[in-house]
């Protein structure tokens, strides 16, 4: 799975609030999330992200509450993909749930621009501005499947009779 966009970096700890302040939590409208995602954090962040686009940070990305709405606002506004150095685990396993693709590269210099390509099954960002590559946490595939289905819901309708 192969994913390309534009990166908008953020610092670690960006917890679950700063993602989708809690107070927008109440509605199951997938639009009202999007329009409130980073608002404490960049309140310019909904007018510059566009659809692909991929989100970037630092250590602890997602810590605070389990609350699912955080890694779906981030969808709904159109993020393709979360880059981290690390993720709160609530809030990897919500993304994945959901079906938003995430990866962990411990090392990483991405700036706001950068242009990236992720290749979930290998584990890897390309820097397309530098032209490097970096290189992260590969994931299993039946996650990527999940990911690939739309979420986990998706994938459990599609594939449930094998599972059980």
């Known amino acids: 799975m192969n994913l390309k966009g534009y990166a908008h970096t953020y610092g ?33 962040f909904r007018e510059k992200v ?8 630092g250590e602890n990305f ?11 606002a981030l969808k709904a506004a159109g993020v393709s993909a979360v880059v981290a150095r690390s993720f709160a685990r609530i809030f990897f396993r919500n993304a994945i749930n959901v079906g938003l693709p995430v990866i962990e590269v411990p090392d990483h210099n991405i700036e706001t621009g950068t242009l990236l390509t992720i290749n979930l099954s290998k584990g890897t960002v390309i820097n397309e501005n530098q032209r490097n590559e970096l290189q992260g946490t590969s994931m299993p595939m039946v996650m990527i499947r999940i990911l690939e289905s739309g979420g986990l819901v998706s994938y459990l309708k599609k594939h449930g009779d094998y599972i059980l």
């Open 12 to 44: 670690d700890h960006i917890d679950t609030d700063r993602i989708i302040p809690g107070k927008y939590t109440k509605t199951l409208d997938l639009s009202q999330l999007a329009d409130h995602v980073l608002e404490d954090l960049d309140p310019s």
């Open 50 to 57: 566009r659809e692909g686009d991929i989100i970037v940070a």
């Open 62 to 72: 997602g810590c605070g509450s389990s609350r699912e709405q955080a890694p779906l």
